[in-house]
């Protein structure tokens, strides 16, 4: 890609000297955002959330499949991610309530599975709990919690999660 090619795609969304869209190398790496002039709505905001657990397979996956280490750096992901999706919006506190009760999800699957020693997380529960898909369980607590928070979103917002929580 030349120059010009490059500064087209960044500048996409160019309106009036406000960029919509920008991309910039970082450390080598081309990455993409939003500029800070845009502010996407709640509905848009909670549809790119969806597609966004839409590919966290801890989420839906059937039990057999799953590997211990991975669900935990998935939870410890999707944590990460659903607190730093709200840095700097504007959400009422009603707006942030599905935000708060997912990354309590998280909190509790964690809790369930390990503790974080304030370097890192460590797996003190070397039994199957990590995988218990049972209501009081902590994969299958997560899965009701989120699956919960999802209906919710769905119903609010008029959208459409396209996996199955199970």
């Known amino acids: 890609m030349n120059y010009s090619e490059f500064k087209r795609i960044a500048n996409y969304g160019d309106v009036k000297n406000q960029t919509i869209i920008n991309i910039n190398k970082v450390n080598g790496n081309i990455v993409g955002g939003i500029s800070g002039e845009y502010n996407p709505s709640v509905k848009d905001f909670y549809r790119n959330l969806l597609v966004y657990l839409e590919s966290k397979r801890v989420l839906f996956n059937p039990g057999a499949v799953e590997q211990k280490?991975?669900?935990i750096a998935s939870?410890?992901?999707?944590?990460?991610?659903?607190?730093?999706?709200?840095?700097?919006?504007?959400?009422t506190d009603k707006e942030l309530q599905p935000i708060r009760d997912m990354i309590?999800?998280?909190?509790?699957?964690?809790?369930?599975?390990g503790i974080f020693n304030g370097h890192g997380f460590i797996i003190d529960h070397?039994?199957?709990?990590?995988?218990?898909?049972?209501?009081?369980?902590?994969?299958?607590?997560?899965?009701?919690?989120?699956?919960?928070?999802?209906?919710?979103?769905?119903r609010d917002y008029g959208l459409k999660y396209n996996k199955e929580i199970r």
Not at 104 to 113: F, I, Q, R, S
Not at 133 to 143: C, D, F, H, K, Q
């Open 104 to 113: 309590e999800a998280c909190n509790n699957y964690l809790d369930k599975v």
């Open 75 to 91: 939870v410890l992901e999707m944590k990460q991610t659903l607190a730093s999706s709200v840095m700097g919006m504007s959400f």
């Open 126 to 154: 070397q039994d199957w709990e990590w995988f218990n898909m049972s209501p009081n369980g902590a994969l299958g607590s997560l899965r009701m919690g989120f699956r919960s928070v999802i209906e919710n979103i769905e």
């Open 69 to 71: 280490e991975h669900c």
